[in-house]
Each structure stands twice: as C-alpha cells, then as structure tokens.
Nanobody, 111 residues
Framework: QVQLVESGGGLVQPGGSLRLSCTAS????????VDWYRQAPGKQRELVAE???????NYADSVKGRFTISRDNAKNTVYLQMNTLKPEDTAVYYC?????WGQGTLVTVSS
C-alpha cells in the first residue's frame, strides 16, 4: 500500500522560511517524478515544483528563486525548502508521487 506523509508546515511570518518533507512508502520512489502542489482557500490546486528521477527541477514562476525542491532516494523523501515566504504562499501543500497524493500540510504566512 502506497503511503505519502507530509510534514513541516506551520505558521511563519512574511520573509521567513520553512522546509516541508514528504516521505513515501510502498512505492519505488527513486524512479518517479515527484511534485509539490499547493491549494489556497477558494483556489485550484497548482503545481509548485517538480523533480525528476534524474534530479532535473522545474518551478512555478511565482516561487522561482525562493523555493528549492530536492530528494533523498535513500530515505524515500522529497523536500521543499521555502524561503522569503509571502502571505500569498499560504496554502495546503501536497506531494504527489506516481499519481498518489499525501494528506497535505498547512503553511500559513502571516504577521
């Protein structure tokens, strides 16, 4: 059974940083493209960042230069380092591996 568990969300002030983690089990993690999505209240889920099995990365324009996606295949884990956070980054963040979704972790950016 595939399971994805996100963690690392929380409340942070504008300009602050958070690192999200997503750990997978029950799946051959290393061969999959891994995505981070987010969904803000009243908005559609959007792709934030992606990392391929070969460690190529892509980012939404809104987070380029501020967010960094990385993976540790030995730990079946993907990370999203988020710096210079803005209120508009407030959302539930989800990881997607092999078209499976985690439960999400809430990030709130507010003073």
């Amino acid at each position: 059974q595939v399971q994805l568990v996100e963690s690392g969300g929380g409340l942070v002030q504008p300009g602050g940083s958070l690192r999200l983690s997503c750990t997978a089990s029950g799946i051959t993690f290393r061969i999959h493209v891994v995505d981070w999505y987010r969904q803000a209240p009243g908005k559609q889920r959007e792709l934030v960042a992606e990392i391929t099995s070969g460690n190529n990365t892509n980012y939404a324009d809104s987070v380029k230069g501020r967010f960094t996606i990385s993976r540790d295949n030995a730990k079946n884990t993907v990370y999203l380092q988020m710096n210079t956070l803005k209120p508009e980054d407030t959302a539930v963040y989800y990881c997607n591996v092999g078209n499976r979704w985690g439960q999400g972790t809430l990030v709130t950016v507010s003073s």
